[in-house]
């Protein structure tokens, strides 16, 4: 395995072109998006039935409006085997590295994710068609049963993550400092992908502690927010509820951007550790 990290980046589908409002393509991961150079980052509304019941002229009835589908797809639908639509595997561009395992399983929690990493890389993306209602809570229950070995965000060479979740927004271009807005057109231009212009990713990491927010070390556009650290036991269930807005100012010192996606993943490649962890009940609200 390399020691220099392809930048820890998740791909979101490229999709070109895009409407107003419709987030395109983009690579997160190791760091907000791209992951080689410094590149390394449905909602339809429910419609009232109306049954028609008798002969002509009888009265209609009314049934209660049918409930909107959640901001976030769940991971099981519709198979219960692996992650379904909108949620797709996005790696690196023309990556060769093993791919990262995603899995549909039972637990002692229910149905979960199952993510699993050997010296590989990837994650699993759900792009927005439109950005949901401001201000959102994401939360969710994980755990993590092998942790990666040997790794540090705070180096690339181990820049690596046994699970992340991350949110994908597209901030003004004019808010983003000059240098690092041309960074981000290069990388743009290079991958040929709208790539996010700001990534916030909750990992789960045994060496930094808890509460610690932190810049990738590829990408300045891109923060981690250590949610769990050594201090948590393995193999046990945590649930998390993160105020969106409230994470993205902490991270970003702004007020927060659209959101235009979400991705859970995970990656061992600078490392070429191993690393298993579940996830479950991730909800957008």
Request: glycine letters at 6%; a positive charge.
């Amino acid at each position: 395995m390399p020691s220099t990290r392809h930048a820890n980046r998740l791909e979101m589908p490229d999709r070109r072109p895009a409407p107003p409002g419709r987030f395109r393509a983009g690579c997160v991961g190791r760091s907000s998006w791209p992951r080689a150079a410094p590149f390394k980052a449905l909602a339809a509304l429910g419609s009232l039935i109306v049954l028609m019941s008798g002969a002509p002229g009888a009265a209609r009835a009314a049934q209660p409006a049918a409930t909107e589908p959640p901001l976030l797809a769940p991971l099981a639908a519709p198979d219960p085997a692996r992650p379904g639509a909108p949620w797709r595997f996005e790696g690196l561009p023309d990556q060769t590295l093993p791919k990262t395992r995603f899995s549909m399983v039972e637990s002692d929690a229910g149905r979960a994710l199952r993510v699993e990493s050997d010296a590989s890389y990837g994650n699993l993306v759900h792009a927005f068609e439109s950005p949901p209602p401001a201000a959102p809570v994401l939360s969710w229950t994980w755990r993590v049963d092998r942790p990666a070995a040997g790794v540090d965000l705070r180096e690339r060479a181990a820049d690596d993550t046994a699970i992340k979740v991350c949110a994908f927004y597209d901030p003004p271009q004019h808010s983003i400092p000059w240098f690092e807005r041309l960074l981000l057109q290069a990388a743009r231009a290079a991958t040929g992908r709208d790539l996010p212009g700001a990534t916030v990713c909750y990992v789960w990491d045994q060496t930094i502690r808890a509460g610690s927010i932190l810049a990738n070390v590829y990408t300045s556009r891109m923060r981690w927010i250590v949610l769990r650290s050594a201090d948590t036991p393995l193999g046990s269930w945590v649930r998390e509820r993160r105020d969106l807005a409230e994470d993205y100012r902490a991270a970003f010192e702004a007020p927060m951007p659209p959101l235009v996606g979400i991705a859970v993943g995970a990656d061992t490649d600078n490392t070429g550790a191993r690393a298993l962890a579940l996830i479950a009940d991730l909800e957008l609200r």
